[in-house]
């Protein structure tokens, strides 16, 4: 299944709310379900028309209103009853709606797994490449990223014809870049001074 979601670079903003939330759902030892949610709530915040709807220019509706349509929207996303959604989580919401932060959820989300990660000792790398990579390719790579970091690793692999050849690995705020573009982009440079 492709990854659709666009790509969030998570805010400063975002770091206290992230934060909260993973001791949340660590101290219910509900870090799955927090994640799920996160990320559920994080596609809602970031649809245009529920933009409109959640935003601080909207004085119709009260934050715990915006919050209490989140939780609701989140509900009938994942085809679950007002039971499925912890009553923490949804107060969580409510302290965004509060204080304006909604449209901060998919920095929140992003944040919080590698909060999680690092809790669960789990390196989470993405693997995009210019050509599908075999089964066994997949596994040098996590072999190799496992012995490097000392860390169970969860590989994501996409493809980026533009690429030319090679991969790019990304982890974190790390990029190793094996690309034909990358090497082409490194020799225009140094031809230019």
């Keep these: 299944m492709a990854d659709t979601t666009p790509a969030v670079r998570p805010t400063s903003a975002a770091r206290p709310y992230a934060r909260a939330a993973f001791e949340d759902a660590q101290a219910a030892k509900a ?3 927090w994640s799920e949610l996160l990320q559920t709530a994080a596609a809602v915040a970031a649809d245009p028309a529920m933009q409109r709807l959640l935003g601080p220019w909207n004085p119709r509706m009260r934050g715990e209103q915006k ?4 939780a609701d929207v989140c509900r009938d996303l994942r085809g679950q009853d007002a039971d499925a959604i912890p009553q ?3 107060a969580f919401l409510k302290m965004l709606a509060e204080f304006h932060r ?3 959820l998919p920095s929140i989300a992003v944040l919080f797994e590698r909060f999680r990660a690092d809790a669960e000792s789990v390196l989470r790398a993405e693997l995009i490449s210019a050509a599908a990579v075999t089964d066994a390719q997949r596994k040098r790579v996590t072999k190799a990223l496992k012995t490097k970091f000392k860390r169970s690793v969860v590989l994501d692999c996409k493809i980026d014809p533009a690429l030319i050849a090679g991969a790019v690995i990304r982890i974190g705020d790390r990029v190793i870049d094996g690309s034909a573009r990358g090497r082409l982009d490194k020799l225009a440079t140094a031809l230019s001074q």
Aim: aromatic letters at 8%; zero cysteines; charged letters at 10%.
């Design 88 to 90: 923490p989580f949804v």
């Design 102 to 104: 909604l449209n901060l």
């Design 67 to 70: 919050a209490e349509l989140v």
């Design 31 to 33: 870090l799955p379900l």
